[in-house]
């Protein structure tokens, strides 16, 4: 591959350069990389997104093609479940026929697909391959999915959450209530504060409870307040 000794040191070292920025080009141009999540989780009837995603060097043209293949923990034989070339085409036979989508834009890097109706017999590994020529060479990265059924300790969160977002606000407002109820019939005669007008619902005064009232009352009493005079607002 070397030039011939006779042209000289310039020569030869012009040559190199040309060389070095013709293996920078070839080194550039093939530069295609794709991104896949390793580990994807996916839960019995919840369709799941096998995201992947691409960056290549080369314009995408209507050469790229994408293809998703599965392989199942027990077997060694690999099916593509999806192809695309301009258009999509995925699997019309096996386990996946009718439910891989596309959801991905090739202008945007985006090589994803889904899979509606999941069941524990999807476990296994995907690969997503995409080829822009003239970029062909690339990783190919693996995804391991596992489907499940949803767990007990996700029932359980969501029964927390619901008595987070349901339970404890009704507990307020019942305390609340008591309090009011307790001021109301402790019948002690009205007397206005400055600075802030009471609404007609509230007929007690807190001021004659006594200074041995508990910091938790007085906080009460607060927001027993702030709800008089929001209703005060409202109407
Ligand atoms: C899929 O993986 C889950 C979790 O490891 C397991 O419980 C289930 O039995 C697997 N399904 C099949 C068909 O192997």
Known sequence: MQPSGSAGGPCRAFSRLLGLLFFQGVYTALSLEIKADAHVR???GESIKLKCTFRSSSPVSD???IDWTYRSPTSSRTETIFHYQSFQYPTVAG???DRIFWVGDVYRGDASISI???TTRDNGTF????KNPPDVHHNVPMTE???TERGFSIQ????ALLSILVFIPSAVVVTLLLVRMGRKSAGLK?????GYKKSSIEVSDDTDQGEDEGCMRRLCTRCAECLDSDFEEAY
């Open 63 to 65: 050469k790229l093609t």
């Open 42 to 44: 996916g839960y019995i």
């Open 156 to 159: 359980l969160s969501s029964a």
């Open 116 to 118: 509606s109706n999941p």
């Open 95 to 97: 386990t996946f026929r």
């Open 145 to 147: 999915l596992v489907v």
């Open 127 to 130: 690969s997503c391959t995409v």
């Open 190 to 194: 009205k007397k206005s504060k400055s």
